[in-house]
């Protein structure tokens, strides 16, 4: 296999980034809306695009401003390249951007309720489509990983069997999808389901990342890996819950879903 795979359409080969990509937004949303016509939806639809418009936003921005950080050095021996500064992005600072854009929007038009949940499994879809063409863009694309006697190494272009660490996330990704899904079918607190799909992620990032090839900005992590810190240590009052209350966990969220008092206190950050 010769990297990148482009893709033949007619006359034209599309570069796999391209292709992937856009089959990943649009096949998500398709999920999304799956998924908002068989459970419904706590939003009505003006404050669900608006919430849809923030995360789109502040994807865009997360995942460039991490992007920056993974390399300081040659961020800042490159800060006056447009070209540069605009050519790569990463997913983990989308997620965070996501994140901090949605929640800003919800304070600014007064949203209490939890709004992710709906977005969990479709982010899980869209992740896994969108790593198929990290994995056929190969070297260029700098999601291979360092070098590996496994049987299972690739070899990208460059003559060095390397862990396909794209070929992981995208298995991990489906594996979180189905526990996802499993986990709508039973009572949950409202926000969990997007917590839970959060907190696997980061971790899994975390765990990954020491797998790739990047640069180690402090105490052997890279600039990803301690975003990905951040946002577990975030997370930790609802990762601790489930850890510590898991008998009590059915009760909390029927507490939750009838409104009963004492119940708003389990659902403190995030979307």
């Known amino acids: 296999m010769t990297f990148p795979v482009y893709i033949p359409f007619g006359a034209l080969k599309l570069h796999p980034h391209l292709v992937f990509e856009t089959a990943a937004y649009a096949i998500a949303f398709r999920a999304y809306l799956l998924l ?3 459970t419904g939806d706590a939003l009505d639809d003006a ?4 919430m849809m418009a923030a995360a789109a936003m502040g994807a865009v921005v997360g995942s460039k401003a991490l992007y920056w950080f993974e390399d300081p050095a040659l961020t800042l021996a490159h800060w006056r390249e447009p070209a540069f500064l605009m050519g790569g992005k990463t997913i983990v600072g989308a997620f965070i951007g996501g994140l901090l854009a949605v929640e800003t929007a919800k304070r600014l038009l007064g949203i209490t309720r939890r709004t992710g949940d709906l977005f969990a499994v479709p982010l899980c879809v869209g992740l896994a489509i969108g790593r198929i063409g990290c994995f056929l863009t190969g070297m260029d694309d700098h999601t291979a990983g360092i070098a590996t006697s496994l049987p299972w190494g690739v070899n990208f272009g460059d003559g060095i069997a390397r862990h396909p660490t794209q070929l992981y996330e995208i298995l991990f990704a489906l594996a979180l999808a189905a526990f996802l899904l499993r986990r709508m079918q039973r009572p949950i607190v409202p926000g969990d389901l997007f917590k839970m799909c959060m907190v696997a992620y980061f971790t899994f990032r975390l765990g990954c990342d020491f797998l790739k090839p990047d640069v180690r900005v402090f105490l052997g992590m890279s600039s990803i890996q301690w975003a990905c810190a951040a946002m577990l240590v975030y997370y930790s ?3 601790l819950r489930w850890l510590n209350l898991r008998d009590r966990s059915v009760q909390s969220a029927t507490s939750v879903l009838t409104n009963e008092p004492g119940s708003a206190d ?5 979307i």
């Open 47 to 50: 404050n669900r695009w608006w």
């Open 266 to 270: 389990l659902t403190s950050g995030g």
């Open 237 to 239: 009052p609802d990762w």
């Open 36 to 38: 908002r016509r068989r």
